[in-house]
């Protein structure tokens, strides 16, 4: 079987440059690649297009991205709770592209199914529809929508093995299946990492052959954006 | 009088019959899933990818990788299941989801709705409200009936930029519960108690079509 490991964040994101576009998975802080957001900051690598649904925190995620002014666009479908975020896009230091959610998704799967577009109803007769090309189909309305192009799908899994394949766990799934189809070099960290043949492959979410690179990740911290608890009766 | 944002989500709850796939979006269409009459059976879908929303964890069991839709931890159900975003917003645009219910900013007469931006202020962007609204086959609009400034949210047209277009078919706001008529204009079907129809017509900008009696909503 073919190894895809490799020994950390920092090693897997070694040959991201200026200028790259990539696709972060995650909703907003559940399901984010922290290991390689992390090594990202610290790479410092600069002018960076980011597909994602979401930007993260102040503090935390994506966030930490844009407090190094290392974003110049980001591509998403809701951007809130982010004070940063806002006032580089006030002061035009931030280049924003908001598209709806069921679009960003599905132009990650457009990209990872080999589709070069999409036809979605989202956004006719909106501001989103501008500039963009309109089919009817069956008396309805659709717009035209590319593919998304990345040079980099970094992702996160609850388990990987060596081979490259993937396990999602609860809600975190999220945007990381199409994406780790979608980029033309997919970067996996998961939490935890077994040899090929250790995952049943009926369990398997996303096929070893879309993984590039797979490494365990360390320190999760996983925060929780909007903690809700009921009481025990 | 007019209805608490409760009293919204009580008399929007009573439109959701058995069997029905829903998705609730934030503030009072959340509410609704409180009201939920017992012996219905509806599954609620969180488009992050989750169909079978259950409660609030109890304090101490928050799991990190399950959230809704509004970034809340969350519970699954007996039955529940999960999937990825893509597949989430298939079933959205192939109307596997019943039902919808989300707050607006604006509807017009025609039913158009705006409720993600306000120009010249902060833009947090549509999450997943137009892709709801441009493929639900049954929308309610979960919203007060004036804004903080006292104007009206029912409008001939919408000022603000718009979400989708010729979507909306019903409103239930804290005075009353309205249909958007195919031709266009408000049909006031049920008034809050205590309401008068007068009141509901000088709050509400855009056309309103008003039978002679117009019966009061009936909560319980």
Redesign the interface.
């Known amino acids: 079987m073919i190894n895809k490991v490799v020994a950390g964040a920092d090693e897997a994101i070694k040959d991201i440059h200026d200028g790259d576009t990539l696709m972060l998975g995650g ?5 984010i690649p922290e290991n390689c957001i992390t090594a990202l900051v610290k790479k410092g690598v600069k002018e960076l297009t980011c597909i994602s ?1 979401n930007a993260g925190v102040d503090d935390f995620g994506i966030g930490l991205m844009l407090k190094t002014r290392q974003v110049k666009k980001m591509i ?5 709770e982010n004070a940063e975020f ?1 006032r580089q ?2 002061s035009g230091e931030l280049e ?1 592209e ?1 598209i ?7 132009r ?2 457009a990209a990872g199914y080999g589709m070069p577009a999409i036809f ?9 529809a501008e500039g963009k090309e309109i089919r009817n189909f069956d008396g309805k309305d659709y717009l035209m929508e590319y593919a998304f192009d990345a040079d980099f799908a970094l992702v996160k899994a ?1 388990k990987g093995d060596t081979a490259g394949n993937l396990i ?11 994406m780790a189809m979608a980029g033309k070099t997919t970067i996996a960290e998961v939490e935890i990492l077994v040899e090929a043949g250790e995952l049943d492959p009926d369990h398997i ?1 996303t096929s070893g052959v879309f993984v590039h690179r797979i490494f365990q990740g360390k320190d999760y911290e ?11 009766e | 009088m007019a209805l608490s944002k409760d009293g919204i989500a009580k008399r929007i709850a009573k439109e959701i019959k058995d069997g029905y796939y829903v998705n609730l979006g934030i503030g009072i269409p959340t509410l609704v899933a409180n009201y939920i009459p017992i012996g219905i059976n509806v599954v609620l879908q969180s488009e992050n990818g989750l169909l079978g929303m259950g409660p609030f964890p109890f304090e101490g069991e928050e799991d990190a990788d399950l959230i809704n839709a509004g970034k809340q931890t969350i519970t699954t159900l007996a039955g529940s299941s999960i999937f990825d975003s893509a597949l989430s917003f298939g079933m959205i645009r192939a109307q596997k989801i019943d039902l919808t219910i989300l707050g607006a900013m604006e509807v017009s007469e025609n039913g158009d709705i705006a409720n993600w931006k306000i120009p010249g202020k902060m833009v947090k962007g549509m999450g997943g409200a137009m892709d709801l609204v441009a493929s639900a086959k049954n929308i309610i609009v979960a919203m007060q009936h004036v804004n903080k400034a006292g104007e009206s949210k029912l409008l001939p047209s919408c000022s603000l930029p718009l979400t989708g277009v010729k979507c909306i078919k019903k409103i239930v706001t804290e005075l009353a519960v309205l249909d958007v008529l195919p031709e266009g204009g408000f049909k006031l079907l049920e008034r809050a108690p205590g309401v008068s129809v007068d009141f509901i017509k000088q709050a509400t900008l855009g056309k309103l079509y008003a039978n002679e009696n117009v019966p009061e909503m009936i909560l319980d």
Not at chain 1, 100 to 106: E, F, K, R, S, V
Not at chain 1, 168 to 178: A, G, Y
């Open positions: 909703f907003g802080l559940c399901g649904n998403s479908s809701y951007v809130g806002e896009l006030l924003v908001l709806p959610q069921g679009t960003l998704a599905t990650c799967m979605t109803p989202a956004g006719v007769g909106t501001e989103v609850w999602f766990r609860s809600t975190s799934r999220n945007f990381n299946p199409v979410h996983k925060r929780i954006e909007q903690r809700t608890v009921r009481m025990k």
